[in-house]
């Protein structure tokens, strides 16, 4: 067999080696474990989880390392990782309310059943540097120690049945003043697993939302409360949790649970204001993402109430978030930065065809000039 | 973990079976329905969009463990993404290799079809970025579905006929868009529309990959395939005004390649394969065959490269 | 029957599946040529060919329709071990098998959208022999013409005037087959 080796190999190959001496940076400095990244690393963590659509904790902290931080790249690496593993089974539906909570709030409402739950989060911090993270120490808090919220099925692994949390926005819907949604056994498409078709319905958003890159969903999301699709949304809840996977064994005739997720779900409530069909109601936008990823459920749901526009009887107003293909077509961080830097890849024949095109469209432009003069 | 020691871990050409019989029934339909464009889900690969995902992975549909594959970026097989995917393939699928247009069983290539005349049975797959002729004009895919679904070319039309308003001739010189068998409009890919002609009539099967815009389409041989043109202003093929510098070639495509900083260039052929067979049958150009090669210049920039890894 | 049913599919899946996938699209691209397949060895009456093109194209996500002699337990077992594809009636079919009587009327099966025309039926259709001589073939994959021994010619003719709608059709005989995809011209006998 004649196997061609030339130069761009070598060429290539250097370049790996001097990545690898670049990932590993200075060798007197220790080198990270994949460990130290999963557990002190959580929320970089958790985007490569989300965006890759693969929960797989240590995964992700490996892909980071490999990857040199670059949080795309390393969906990437999780991504390309996904595509060759084989579908064994589809899970139920996972079910939020029996979540063990490590947060759940609520600006609709001051109190509510199950309680306003701040859990671990940056919203009260002072955005002050802390130095004696640099200095390897522990930070400087006057906090009382944490006490987890009882977590039955949580990490912990304490005993017990998980009290559930019931959703604010089946308070509302008891008095009918937020739209119904109703239960849909439907199984939802699977954009990884056939092509994107449009139009699209809200299942396939939601899919795409959920794993689309976190900064565009989220400036989509503020573009929506700038004015361009405004929905006026209210976080009607917000809740992060450990939720059990179960898939039902056919030859059980059961659902067994195959292990225990984290999840961040985001309610919306909308103004709405009726239309033609329906009276004046709230209603709902819906975003669940993979692990503690706050800021991007919420987006989410901004971005899914601001595209359903159509479904609800609604006006477009040629905003980008209302625009379901400029939306689906443009989400996804690895299609993005995948065109976006093949650009550096060569294109000298292309650029000679516009070479000579210029050459000779410049030289017949200035052959009537001379010819006018 | 070495390259080598995944390969193991992987099938026959990357891609699962599940994966493979959906493009391949994908491919089926291209072939029966020349020129319009499949949908397909296109798997993440392990190469960033936009690197050849869609080529890479119509050629994991179609490679038998008997196949010599070619893989050439530019027209050139020493190019560095031609290098990676051959590499790919030699790992997963452990096909023999060439760089002769003649010896190969599939091409796969960017931007570019072979100088070299393709014969029966061979395929030559394309690497495509953006495979809607009508997405410049039109960005929507609801929009341009029912576009072809109407034959409603009209817009194409326009735009060309404006370019020869404004420039006094059509201002597209590559991805020049194509019409199949009087029907589907088709982008051939960004190759320069030097090569449109050999799209038509080509007695090889052409089939086109698009990955991150999950599209896959064909033109089987001996296809009708004519560049979309007016009869006052009818296609014409354009390559630089020169002789290949280094084997004389008058009729080949022409890299345009920077020699100094005062001006001096040098032109030389875009498919290397070509160049060196003529070197090697004797042509010479006006630079000679014995000191530079295409090759040499496709890797010029090899020499910023230290000379082993980690010499810094 | 269950014995049956486990044995004949490919023994070396992605090699087998590589070596006839090339002979099937050499088929298409080429309509009118005739290439041989091996690795399949389903219940009677299903040929060779024909159990080669499905365990390569078919699988839980498309539908087989199987007409007249060809639907029989054993060859319904087969399928659903081997593919594991759903069966179904003709209308819905991505796949039928059977002899060219038995998928009478072939105006039954799915010939795609007008924006869609891909999602149209590929029939498989068993025949006694093939060889190049019958009527003559021009379109698209053929130079200048070819023949085939079409069981008829008027329902392919009927067909290619679809296009771009339409079903596609790989004649099977033995370890044989032959393309004939929509855009194939059949000449009026």
New interface residues.
Partial sequence: ????V??????????H??LA?ERRGDPAVPELGIAQIREQMALAVNRVMAEGSLYDPDLAALAIKQARGDLIEAV?LI??Y???L?RLAASNPVDTGAMAVDRRISATFKDLPGGQVLGPTFDYTHRLLDFTLMADGAPLTDAVPHTPVPSPRGRDGRGGETPRVPHVMGFLNRDGLIETALPDDTPPPDL????????ADRALRLQALTRGDEGFVLSLAYSTQRGYGRTHAFVGELRIGIVAVEVDIPELGFAVEIGEIELTECETVNQFRGSRTEPPQFTRGYGLVMGQSERKAIAMSLVDRSLRWQELGEDFTGAPAQDE?FVL?HCDN??A???????K??????F??????VR??RA?AQAMQEAAE | MSDDTQSGAYTFAYLDEQTKRMIRRAILKALAIPGYQVPFASREMPMPYGWGTGGVQVTAACLTPEDRLKVIDQGADDTTNAVSIRRFFQRTAGVATTEATMDATIIQTRHRIPETPLTEGQILVYQVPIPEPLRFLEPRETETRKMHELEEYGLMHVKLYEDIARHGQIATSYAYPVKVEGHYVMDPSPIPKFDNPKLSGNPATQLFGAGREQRIYALPPWTDVVSLDFDDHPFETSKAPHDCDLCGAKDSYLDEVITDDEGGRMFVCSDTDFCAGRRAEGHEGRLGGDQKSSKTFANSFEGIWPATAGAR | MIADALTGGFTDAPLQSARAFREILEALARPGTIRQVSGARPPPPLSTAAGVVLLVLADPTTGVHLAGAADRPAVRDWIAFHLGAPLVRAEQADFAVGTWTALHPVTRFRIGRPDYPDRSATLIVECDRLVNHGPALTGPGIETATWLNLPETAAFRANHGLFPLGFDTVFTAGDRLSGLPRTTRVEKI
Avoid: S
């Fill in positions: 067999m004649y196997v061609a030339k130069g761009g190999e070598r060429a290539i190959d250097n370049a080696a001097w001496e990437f991504r390309a996904r595509t060759t084989p990884t697993r056939e092509p994107l078709e449009l139009p293909e077509m690895i299609q930065t995948g065109f976006l830097e093949h650009i890849l060569p294109h000298y024949v292309d000679q065809a516009e070479l000579e095109l000779k469209l017949e």
